[in-house]
């Protein structure tokens, strides 16, 4: 995987994918937007070697941190996907949250259990992924200025009700996500963290199944 790219390919990784109009009317299916994860630009390849940790920005009690058995160029590495991976995390979290409070219609009940599930199947890889950092000799960052720097999912601040719009919205996203697990794992096994590569495994697992189960509920054509 390359560690070299430009300015607009971090803006096309970064970049969120457009939900459908939350106006569509309760007769209308709302389109299915899925990016096509397989041609689309990588979180992971599009940023790797950027310096993401507040444990070098100075001070002299960060001087004295240490990588363990990573060198300074490999920590730049893992830390660039620990940091992006934290914050897309939290932001997933945060997103799943204002859907289930959002979500109105038929499915009201469904879906606002079945996020909350999703949430607890989620919200482990937070902390984890955060110690992960601190572990190595990083420092997360979390202000929501770094969330919404370095997370490649967006939180919405507008209300969206529409079940089938919300769903189709969240797939979008776990198809992103789920890849970004997928090829963060082999950068960090290639840096030679491979218990970070472990981690990233059996998180993109996790976001493959909810993936798998909410884009299951599009096949009814009653979900609007």
């Known amino acids: 995987m390359t560690k070299k790219s430009s300015k607009s390919a971090v803006q096309a990784a970064a970049a969120p994918a457009a939900p459908a109009?939350?106006?569509a009317g309760k007769n209308k299916t709302a389109p299915l937007i899925v990016e096509d994860?397989?041609?689309?630009?990588?979180?992971?390849?599009?940023s790797v070697g950027q310096r993401t940790d507040a444990a070098h920005e100075g001070g002299?009690?960060?001087?004295l941190v240490n990588h363990h058995y990573l060198t300074e160029e490999q920590f730049g590495i893992v830390s660039e996907t620990l940091q992006r991976n934290l914050s897309t995390s939290i932001c997933l979290y945060l997103k799943f949250k204002k859907y289930h409070w959002d979500i109105r219609g038929r499915f009201f009940r469904?879906?606002?259990?079945?996020?909350?599930?999703?949430?607890?199947?989620?919200?482990?890889?937070?902390?984890?992924?955060a110690e992960r950092l601190v572990a190595l000799g990083g420092s997360p960052k979390n202000a929501p200025s770094d969330l919404d720097k370095?997370?490649?999912?967006?939180?919405?601040?507008?209300?969206?009700?529409?079940?089938?719009?919300?769903?189709?919205?969240?797939?979008?996203?776990?198809?992103r996500v789920g890849k970004g697990y997928r090829d963060d794992s082999g950068t960090v096994d290639d840096a030679e963290d491979h218990a970070t590569a472990d981690l990233y495994n059996g998180y993109a697992a996790t976001i493959d199944k909810i993936r798998w189960m909410l884009q299951a509920m599009m096949d009814d054509e009653q979900l609007n």
């Open 21 to 23: 109009s939350a106006k």
């Open 37 to 46: 994860v397989h041609n689309a630009p990588s979180p992971a390849e599009a």
């Open 60 to 63: 002299a009690f960060n001087q």
């Open 110 to 129: 469904d879906l606002h259990l079945a996020y909350d599930e999703f949430i607890e199947e989620i919200f482990p890889s937070i902390d984890e992924q």
């Open 150 to 175: 370095y997370s490649v999912v967006r939180v919405p601040t507008e209300t969206v009700r529409d079940a089938r719009t919300q769903v189709a919205d969240l797939v979008a996203d776990l198809s």
